[in-house]
């Protein structure tokens, strides 16, 4: 519940005097401070609420001949906590607990000429009565705001209140309450029910400011809300279904997932499932990025909220291959000036490969394909031959093997 107590509407305000002769006379007939049935001598002011300014102002009535020209002061009792008594007569200011009836004794001084009075005021008249104010519970609206709303998607949004007993600390119950709009305009086709509920299918992108008050019997609060309409925010990935693994172990990638509609910036937050050991998301930018520790098949959600409140979310696969080794162990055997061929193999990666030798020769009449691995043709030579093939997958990643290479003699 927000501390926003201070911003209630002035509850009651009420003006005690009547004609006479002393200062001291209070108006017991017409003026809002009334006598107590069973104790005439009390005066009992307005309720004043929790959390809900009060005011009231208390006058002298003429005939001491020093009007306006006087002063007000307790001498005994005290008034509400968070209520205050100015010289000239206003008890201000907002309760800050109750429930309770406080009794306080009011004293009313002309403002003599010594005292800085008029010139004319020579001698004080002085009187006092006894007053009470009742305090009771506040009401206060807990809704900070209201949800956003999508363009063409029903909405329902629900405010709820507090019946307040304390502010210092802030203490109170759930209550319900009688709501209505106070002041401005919602949204065409939006309705606010008596129980508080907002509900409507938005047709129009805008902004709509709205004043609700919500009452519990005699407490009132109202507040401001701003209710945004946007187009549904939607995302896309960069991982479409089906394709080959976007990622392999110990090299590094990146993935940028966009979102579209609603309004502002996007954040993004894994909302299911779990990325690869490695790879983290940005969560500002939809980016998934590092250097995988892990193969295997990964599933998740990423859910995108703008800066209003509205969210959507995709699902994803991510593919981790196994880090790329040349597979084959020994080459078989070729035979002097006879047909030949083999081909090298891989394990793990991301195909294509391009296979190259970066170290030694093959035999004389032996012919490497870089695209397949297939060594083949007719070797002129015979003898041993030690040669280094190296593997670049497509994800750039580089496995070597050095292997002995073997034509013999016919």
């Not at 206003?90 to 002309?110: E, M």
């Not at 956003?148 to 802030?170: E, K, M």
């Not at 959507?312 to 080794?325: C, F, K, Y």
């Amino acid at each position: 519940m927000r501390s926003k107590l201070a911003l209630f509407a002035v509850a009651a305000f009420a003006v005690v005097g009547v004609s006479g002769a002393s200062a001291a006379d209070f108006d017991v007939d017409g003026g809002p401070c009334l006598e107590t049935p069973g104790d005439k001598l009390l005066l009992r002011c307005p309720t004043a609420h929790v959390g809900e300014e009060y005011e009231i102002q208390i006058e002298s009535e003429e005939g001491s001949g020093c009007e306006p020209y006087d002063w007000f002061e307790i001498v005994n009792g005290s008034l509400p906590a968070g209520l205050t008594l100015s010289r000239d007569g206003v008890i201000s200011g907002v309760p800050t607990g109750g429930p309770g009836l406080s009794r306080f004794w009011v004293w009313n001084h002309d403002l003599t000429a010594s005292q800085g009075g008029p010139s004319w005021c020579e001698r004080e008249d002085r009187s006092e009565r006894e007053f009470s104010i009742p305090v009771d519970p506040g009401l206060a609206i807990d809704n900070d705001s209201v949800k956003p709303a999508t363009l063409g998607q029903p909405y329902s949004d629900t405010f709820t209140a507090t019946q307040v007993r304390s502010l210092n600390p802030v203490v109170g119950t759930p209550v319900q309450a009688v709501w209505s709009l106070e002041s401005g305009a919602l949204p065409p086709g939006f309705t606010l029910s008596p129980a508080g509920v907002l509900t409507g299918t938005p047709a129009a992108e805008g902004s709509y400011g709205f004043v609700v008050r919500a009452r519990n019997g005699s407490p009132t609060d109202s507040d401001h809300f701003t209710l945004t309409i946007r187009q549904a925010v939607t995302v896309k990935s960069p991982l479409a279904p089906g394709t080959r693994p976007a990622g392999e172990v110990g090299i590094r990638f990146g993935k940028t997932f966009t979102a579209t509609g609603g309004s502002g910036t996007y954040t993004w937050a894994l909302s299911a499932g779990a990325l690869p050991q490695g790879v983290i998301l940005d969560a500002a930018k939809g980016t998934i990025a590092g250097a995988p520790q892990a193969a295997g098949n990964f599933q998740f959600t990423l859910t995108a909220t703008d800066s209003e409140g509205r969210v959507a979310s995709v699902s994803a696969a991510l593919t981790i291959a196994a880090r790329l080794a040349v597979k084959t162990a020994t080459l078989k055997p070729a035979k002097l000036g006879r047909a030949y061929r083999t081909k090298l193999t891989t394990v793990g990666g991301v195909q294509p490969m391009r296979w190259t030798v970066v170290r030694g020769t093959l035999p004389k009449g032996l012919r490497l394909t870089r695209s397949t691995g297939v060594i083949a043709g007719a070797p002129s030579r015979s003898g041993s031959f030690r040669v280094t093939f190296e593997a670049r997958d497509a994800l750039g990643a580089k496995a070597r093997k050095a292997l002995v290479f073997l034509v013999q003699a016919t």
